[in-house]
């Protein structure tokens, strides 16, 4: 992989990895495909986490509720998969359009609390978020530095919806050992004005640059992002769990 | 600056630019200092783009109306900056905790019309977004394109806040020669099962990757995306516009 040099970045696909069957060990089979160095960002797609998770499920095995049956009806939508959806939220903010805006129990806010169905065996089949994302990055950050000795950031990424702008784009749902907020609150423009509210989402950019590498028929479901060393640290770090916005300073629910 | 292979990508900074004066040309002076090959995109910081369209503006020259006052008393902000946030935006969303998220006359929907005080000259000046910043990427890349004679893309890129996430991420608010969004909707995954909503904001994705080499201090007001191609075109295409969710299919108004 070519260097990246200061403020400068680079990102390549990690490509030959397998299909994802429930205790594999996700950084064991990047660390064996991907050249690493200290520093380096490993931004790994949510499906296969969740595949080596086990988190996929037959929507033929699911029994949906009463509400479940009545929100199905109004969305136009499979009880079965409605059923699972509120199994995984926390709230309900909108169910209109065939979809549900929900806040998962993990605090994301996402569509369908973010259950899909592409990529995965089986018509039936459909897959859940990771149970703990954050969780799940320290988890195969412990894998990588295992296997490669190097020092470097995960990040567990996923393609979220936003309102008012249209197309998805990856966030980060996990990460490990990256700074996920880089704040500059305090700090001083070139010009000396403090910077009011300048807190930049450093996690979420990056999961967005790998996606860019990415392809989801050809499935490359990870990435390495070389250039970002100044985020990455010795340790965990407080995960994705900080980009979520509390609820009391949220003004869109 | 180093190749990117096939789905790979490099992303640096566009470093020695002047600081930017009214009737400047953004694609010139970006052209002088970086290589630029076909199939690049060059992302611009909006902040320079206003200040070579001469939308700075003095807080102590705009006279208030009523309704910023009120608007003004109630966040806590002065009623100059209120008066040109309203004289900006088609409709206000939400007037709280001292920020007014509005929906540009652009269609943009973020926090004070995008209207920002740092790094600005006088601490009485305040800088407008463009005018029209699809209009003003299709100019940047008019300019790259006599001076370079090469086929590429421009983004103009701002910082906007999001719904329940913290933290600020870099976003497409013009651009020209990208296909902003990369629809794979009615295309099949692996299994063959059509992807159903994947439609992939392209143009805000390089926006973020771009931001990750740019140093709110320094100065990196461009940066140069190597790896794109296949989204660059021939033709400017519809510009950021298309990134704007109609207001009838949003949820989140």
Redesign the interface.
């Known amino acids: 992989m070519?260097?990246?040099?200061p403020?400068?970045?680079?990102?390549?696909?990690v490509h030959g990895l397998p299909e994802f069957q429930p205790g594999m060990r996700v950084g064991e089979q990047i660390a064996a495909r991907a050249e690493l160095a200290d520093g380096d960002l490993v931004v790994v797609s949510q499906k296969i986490v969740s595949k080596a998770e086990g988190r996929l499920r037959k929507l033929s095995a699911v029994l949906p509720s009463s509400e479940a049956r009545r929100l199905a009806a109004v969305l136009g939508r499979e009880p079965a998969l409605i059923e699972l959806v509120l199994e995984e939220s926390a709230e309900v903010l909108?169910a209109?359009?065939g979809v549900l805006?929900v806040e998962t129990r993990h605090g994301l806010?996402c569509a369908n609390a973010g259950i899909d169905?592409?990529?995965?065996?089986g018509?039936d089949t459909v897959c859940l978020l990771p149970e703990d994302p954050d969780a799940s990055a320290r988890r195969i950050r412990a894998e990588l530095a295992a296997a490669t000795g190097a020092s470097l950031g995960v990040v567990i990424a996923d393609?979220f919806?936003?309102?008012?702008?249209?197309?998805?784009?990856?966030?980060a749902i996990g990460c490990a050992g990256l700074l996920?907020?880089d704040d500059?609150r305090g700090?001083?423009?070139?010009?000396g004005?403090e910077?009011?509210?300048?807190?930049?989402?450093?996690?979420?950019?990056?999961a967005?640059?790998a996606?860019?590498?990415?392809?989801?028929?050809?499935?490359?479901p990870a990435a390495v992002v070389r250039?970002?060393g100044r985020y990455i640290g010795a340790e965990d770090g407080p995960g994705a769990a900080?980009?979520?916005?509390p609820r009391e300073?949220?003004?869109?629910r």
């Open positions: 070519s260097d990246a040099g403020h400068e970045l680079a990102v390549r696909g909108r209109e359009r805006i806010v169905s592409s990529n995965l065996p018509k393609s919806g936003r309102a008012w702008r249209l197309g998805q784009v990856e966030v996920p907020l500059w700090r001083h423009d070139s010009g004005r910077l009011a509210a300048t807190l930049i989402g450093i996690a979420d950019e990056a967005s640059a996606d860019l590498v990415r392809d989801k028929v050809s499935r490359t250039g970002l900080a980009l979520r916005r300073e949220d003004l869109f």
